[in-house]
């Protein structure tokens, strides 16, 4: 069955980094629309980013310049590098994917995604 498991999330300081990895089985990773959502406390869950099957990366504005979505096929493993972290970074991190025959794909088709990680915590302090 499909997997996906996140780890990398911690603590830092505003202005730190973080590398969060998604490792994934039980599909076809490097056809798969993949990305990255947060729901931080009292908050709805969000996009951050996400990448298409042909690499292409897509961002929300407010992580633009500063985040990094990137997936390793060989290894089945979805990466996003944040760096100059936030406070309004705090929140609970989870990786989705969901499989298409297409080479692009949509924030809002990934969010239909029945496959979802069980999410990493990252925590910011200003």
């Known amino acids: 069955q499909v997997q996906l498991v996140e780890s990398g999330g911690g603590s830092v300081q505003a202005g730190g980094s973080l590398r969060l990895s998604c490792t994934a089985s039980?599909?076809?990773?490097?056809?798969?629309?993949m990305g990255w959502f947060r729901q931080g406390p009292g908050e709805e869950r969000e996009g951050v980013a996400r990448?298409?099957?042909?690499?292409?990366?897509m961002y929300a504005d407010s992580v633009k310049g500063r985040f990094t979505i990137s997936k390793d096929n060989t290894k089945t493993t979805l990466y996003l590098e944040m760096n100059s972290l936030k406070p309004e970074a705090t929140a609970l991190y989870y990786c989705?994917?969901?499989?298409?025959?297409?080479?692009?794909?949509?924030?809002?088709?990934?969010?239909?995604?029945?496959?979802w990680g069980q999410g990493t915590r990252v925590t910011v302090s200003s």
């Open positions: 039980g599909y076809n990773f490097s056809g798969a629309c």
């Open positions: 990448i298409d099957p042909d690499g292409t990366p």
């Open positions: 989705a994917a969901k499989p298409t025959v297409w080479p692009h794909c949509s924030g809002a088709y990934l969010q239909k995604s029945p496959f």
